[in-house]
């Protein structure tokens, strides 16, 4: 069997030959002497060099007898030398041994399938002065059984394969690696030592303490009861603490000259140039700078500067444990010997950080009302180190559909994470940098905190200081994926979004929250038993890969289905197009729901169709985790065609949250509820009314000679100027500049003092044909390039005798269309007859439309490739 050498060796253990004892060759057990035929034929063998939880043992050869088999005799172990110690350290294990049950199968007194206290031994030592300390060796104490079941652990030994710190599947993969263990075991990121893995039997490690450490032993007698024992290997060693109890986790702040490379991490996680004898490295980070003497000064969700040849190492160990690095031997308690002198030096350098051990109670409350309010929490220390609460990750995980905890990880790298009001978290005594947040409506904090040994509450008062939500306004985010309801609900109360819409789906053969759509309830209403401030409402995201997507929204009663058509990488192999986005769309209204077209335009094929047709509420400009990209140019420059045609569709924002580096409401809808009490039923009326405007942080007020967005106004033939007035604040993303959008063209643009948090003003336009008008602003941070950080729904001025309608604009949307129906027609999988035909004539409707409109306006368009997929106003 091959060697175990699972770290470089502690030079705090002798190891003892047992070579002169040493009885039988670990191939020669039959089944039936072990009594297990699961171990029939197993070498039991342990041999050569090996160093097990960094202790070193010399054990037997392969070729000859290499364990002591002690069952009807005792056998006498005759040091050659005498030896002091405090604790000898055996490798071994116990033959089984079982209760007889009664007739009925029933064991009394039950004493477990291992029997609990069982004497299996004695080892005796034997002292040069002639005395013998006799110490009783029981089962499930200081030894277990060949064959370990779960739940039959020890309580004075460990397994001779020691725990390590795995990385996830994904983490994994994403370096190219390959995975060797299940999904789901990957999240745990703990596993035993693959130097181990090889050993077929149960094999115990037992540190047995000497209680006359003073005096030299001369030998040991090993005494059997009645059943078999294994002993393969002994070690000694001088140390005061058990040399198999690590301490509590801590971390060390390790910092290497130039030139020294820790090296890529192996399978197991561990890096080469990084080791640690008598415990285990749990984690290494690089070192985060987030510039804490000027932490004040910077803003939310600031990404933290990476720092170069800095780590932090974070590791459970026995206190006499030793750091290698680049294969350099470091104490982690004798730091001062290994500190570099000056920069030159090519010494690492290894620093405690102080370890996370003071518990306190953190609270935040809103000023005035002393209640607690949700929100998103940041701590980290002084070396950077994040500072969890005790129920969450000290690891986000940040891959996609992987995990669902109430967790952002921003930029991947900047840990936060959501809490009710209240938290138990660990702090380490000194400086912490604490980050809270709560949406666009009150002002992120950022604090430092002196923590002692004293220190048993934080309590943090949250302002509100714009009055958006006691205007009337509330926020939503269209498009969340996989939390499940209550933990949506959190994050939604922490990021400050009133609604969370929470969209089942299907992604090949996966389905998710299909078991949280019941088409009726909104979780955190007042009829759900909640508050009704913040709400779930699980919706579904419906989809085709070219197509496109539909979100359909707070419908009621059954699921609409299916969730997904026509093959990859949206559906099944081979299931068939049978429904469009408009039927979608127009089923959803029929339910009495609310449809969106996400992460507008993409995919850009049938959207043209269900707007033509008038089955769309909004178009949502999305973000996913980006927080400075802002609204997409893109998604406007479509969205503009429509509007310019006289399709009306509101601007909402979602971000499509599908792992922790996106934030709820990162991009969301404020929608205006005019009258009357808030309820997702008024939302959804705010919505379909265009009283809306999505945001990445700038709020706005908005009308046109009075009239908010979303509204409709009639002028004369003579058309007019007209007046247009803007308010807006922020307390997040400064504003640097509101723009007047008239039929998509910039028609008037305000520089805004990005050092001031609210402007307001008006603008005067010229309108002579039927217009819409939108506001638009920009933002940017600092250090960021500006963004498009928010935009209006537009208001919608009709001057008499003139129409809605931008001639090229139109020949592009009517373009798209005839690409639906070239794809239906061509590559798609078809559907059943009476499906298929149902999809063909949704889609000519919408052609039949628009073509006609195009006639009306006296624009007449060459044939185009639709006329060989029957051109349905051409047959």
Known sequence: MPNIIDSVPSPEFTPVSLSNIYNINGLEFSSEKLGDERLAEKDLSLTGNNVIRGIPFHLGEEDKNNIVFIKDKEVKLELKSPIKCKYLVFIHTAFPKRDNPDEDGITSPSRGRIILGDKAADYQLLYEDGTVESKPI????????????????????????????????????????????????????????????????????????????????????????????????????????????WDRRKKVLLSLP?????????????????????????????????????????????????????????????????????????????????????????????????????????????????????VKLHIHGEAGEYLPPADLHRMPNPYWFEDYSPEFVAHGIHNCCYIDGETRIKLPLGEVYIEVSKGFEIKPIRAVYK??????????TVEHVLPWREKGWVSADTHVHFLSPQTALLEGAGEGVNIVNLLASQWGELFTNVGDFDGKTTVGSKEAGGDGEYMVRVGTENRQHVLGHISLIGYNGRIITPLTTGGPDESALGDEVEVTLSQWAQQCKDQNGVVILPHFPNPRCEHAASIVLGRIDGVEMTSWGNLYGGIDPYSLSDWYRYLNCGYFVAAVGGTDKMSSTTAVGTVRTYAHIKDGEFTYNAWKEAVRAGKTFATYGP?????????????????????????????????????????????????????????????????????????????????????????????????????????????????????????????????????????????????????????????????????????????PDHK
């Open 699 to 871: 709020l706005m007020e908005f009308t046109v000679e009075g009239q908010n967005m979303g509204s409709k106004m009639e002028l004369s033939s003579s058309g007019g100027t007209i007046n247009a007035e803007w308010k807006l604040a922020t307390v997040t993303i400064p504003m640097t500049k509101v723009e007047l959008v008239v039929n998509g063209e910039t028609k008037e643009v305000v520089e805004l003092d990005s050092e001031k948090r609210e402007a307001s003003g008006s603008f005067s336009v010229k309108v002579d044909k039927s217009s819409w008008i939108a506001l638009r602003v920009r933002g940017a941070y600092s250090d960021k390039h500006e963004m498009i950080a928010a935009h209006s729904s537009p208001v919608m001025v009709e001057v008499e005798g003139t129409e809605f309608f931008a001639a090229a604009d139109a020949m592009t949307i009517l373009e798209q269309i005839e690409g639906a129906l070239a794809f239906i027609d061509t590559v798609a999988t078809k559907a059943q007859a009476e499906a298929y035909k149902k999809v063909r004539m949704t889609l000519t409707s919408a052609h039949r439309s628009l073509h006609n409109r195009m006639h009306n306006n006296g624009m007449f368009h060459e044939h185009t490739p639709m006329d060989k997929h029957e051109h």
């Open 138 to 245: 029981r089962r499930r104490f200081a030894i277990g059984e060949l064959r370990k079941d779960w739940g039959d652990e020890c309580f004075e030994a460990v397994p001779l394969v020691k725990p390590i710190a795995v990385p996830t599947i994904s983490e994994r993969m994403s370096k190219g690696e390959k995975p060797d263990t299940l999904f789901g075991q990957s999240q745990t990121r703990v596993s035993a030592d693959p130097a181990g893995r090889s050993v077929p039997v149960g094999y115990w490690v037992y540190a047995m303490k000497n209680d006359k450490p003073e005096l030299p032993i001369n030998g040991i007698r090993f005494m059997p009861n009645d059943a078999g024992i294994l002993i393969v290997g002994l070690t000694a060693t001088a140390l005061e603490q058990n040399p198999l109890k």
């Open 451 to 460: 923590i002692t040994k004293e220190t048993k509450e934080i309590t943090i």
């Open 258 to 374: 130039d030139g020294v490379d820790l090296g890529q991490p192996d399978e197991s996680g561990r890096y080469e140039g990084l080791g640690i004898d008598l415990g285990q490295i749990i984690s290494v980070t690089p070192r985060l700078d987030y510039d804490n003497d000027h932490w004040w000064d910077g803003y939310n969700n600031k990404a933290p500067i990476v720092l170069e040849n800095e780590y932090v190492v974070e590791y459970t160990a026995h206190p006499a444990a030793r750091f290698t690095v680049a294969n350099r031997d470091m104490s982690s308690f004798v730091i001062d010997d290994y500190k570099r002198i000056d920069e030159d030096s090519d010494m690492p350098e290894l620093k405690p950080v102080e370890p996370a051990e003071q518990e306190v109670i953190l609270k935040v409350v809103e000023a005035g009302s002393k209640n607690k309010v949700a």
